[in-house]
């Protein structure tokens, strides 16, 4: 979850505050299975060696976000801000401690005012390194 609180800017504007929040499902689909036994940790050379290898998995997720209305010179823009909730599907390729993920994520619900326009979809990709 990621809150981001606006204060005021220049000629007396405040931009919306905004929010979003996420939940997701993640299936491994090729590769080692992931292994959730709390407490049995090989954190030795064999434990490195295994993390390593390739692996896919299949992602879901359900986010939502919310945007603020905006206030220039005490007025409030009334066709600023809006909410919607995504549904996310995608894959997430894992090696050698970096992940590429590639998703597209469909509105399930918006309402957007006439200041945004409206997202038929978004097509995702990341690149992430761990250390």
């Known amino acids: 979850m990621v809150y981001q609180r606006s204060t ?5 504007t405040r931009l919306g ?3 979003q929040a996420s ?3 993640v299936r491994r689909l090729i590769g080692q299975k992931i292994d ?4 049995e940790h090989d954190h030795g050379l064999q434990a490195d060696a295994e993390r390593h290898d390739a692996t896919l998995d299949g992602v ?4 939502g976000e919310w945007e603020g209305r905006e206030r220039e010179s005490g ?3 009334r066709f600023s801000g809006g909410r919607a909730l995504y549904l996310s599907p995608g894959l997430r390729f ?4 970096w992940s590429l993920t590639l998703g597209v994520s469909v509105p399930l619900a918006q309402d957007i005012r006439l200041s945004h326009s409206s997202t038929s979809h978004r097509l995702r990709l990341g ?3 761990g250390f």
């Open 8 to 12: 005021r800017g220049s000629q007396q």
């Open 127 to 129: 690149v992430v390194r």
């Open 60 to 63: 879901l997720e359900l986010s």
């Open 36 to 39: 959730y036994h709390p407490g």
């Open 17 to 19: 505050d905004r929010a």
């Open 94 to 97: 894992n090696a050698a401690n």
């Open 75 to 77: 007025r409030t823009d």
């Open 23 to 25: 939940v997701g499902l």
